[in-house]
T-cell receptor, first 113, second 113 residues
Framework: KQEVTQIPAALSVPEGENLVLNCSFT??????LQWFRQDPGKGLTSLLL?????REQTSGRLNASLDKSSGRSTLYIAASQPGDSATYLC????????????FGQGTTLQVKP | EAQVTQNPRYLITVTGKKLTVTCSQN?????MSWYRQDPGLGLRQIYY???????DKGDVPEGYKVSRKEKRNFPLILESPSPNQTSLYFC????????????FGPGTRLTVL
């Protein structure tokens, strides 16, 4: 059974710092891995999608990497800003036809001005 | 604008009173699904649909029904809600194929008294 773990559960950093969020998964049979952002009481916004055959994806200040063999992904945020404060969720899409996303518990990030 | 919409956004109801949460997408996606989000348990899939008239159970389907009569709509039905169905519900959609980004609606916060 696939399990997704995110470490740390919470993180507080000063503005301008570079930071890394970690995600690990137990079953490497995945289609892709997706990073989402969730603001309090709000929906999920897709940040980056990495296909199983890819090693990394970049969007602006965000860079996500995937090492399928070791079951790990990282989300790197450069030059963090207070507006980056949110919960970041990692989700893997299992191989097969269900299309189900299996989510980690998330990392809640606070960027202090 | 490509989006997934849900209604209502907030709902307080009483045990046993049937309710429907609507979900609609304007991206012509074949695949749609419902998730619930609970503290400490994260996001879990309730039901999914690969296409019109094709639905199947996710991880936590008990107490829920769905239907997919049109491609754009995927309502979630609670025929006899109970307090343990108090949760934040998300609808999602994507193109069939397993490799595409899933788009999430804004969420419906349901409280069952």
């Amino acid at each position: 059974k696939q399990e997704v773990t995110q470490i740390p559960a919470a993180l507080s950093v000063p503005e301008g710092e570079n930071l890394v969020l970690n995600c690990s998964f137990t079953d490497s049979a995945i289609y892709n891995l997706q990073w989402f952002r969730q603001d309090p009481g709000k929906g999920l916004t897709s940040l980056l999608l990495i296909q199983s055959s890819q090693r990394e994806q970049t969007s602006g200040r965000l860079n996500a990497s995937l090492d399928k063999s070791s079951g790990r992904s990282t989300l790197y945020i450069a030059a963090s800003q207070p507006g980056d404060s949110a919960t970041y969720l990692c989700a893997v899409c299992q191989s097969g036809n269900t299309g189900k996303l299996i989510f980690g518990q998330g990392t809640t990030l606070q960027v202090k001005p | 604008e490509a989006q997934v919409t849900q209604n209502p956004r907030y709902l307080i109801t009483v045990t046993g009173k049937k309710l429907t949460v609507t979900c609609s997408q304007n991206m012509n996606h074949e695949y749609m699904s419902w998730y619930r989000q609970d503290p400490g348990l994260g996001l879990r899939q309730i039901y999914y649909s690969m296409n019109v008239e094709v639905t199947d159970k996710g991880d936590v389907p008990e107490g829920y029904k769905v239907s997919r009569k049109e491609k754009r709509n995927f309502p979630l039905i609670l025929e006899s809600p109970s307090p343990n169905q108090t949760s934040l519900y998300f609808c999602a959609s994507r193109r069939t194929g397993g490799t595409d980004t899933q788009y999430f609606g804004p969420g419906t916060r349901l409280t069952v008294l």
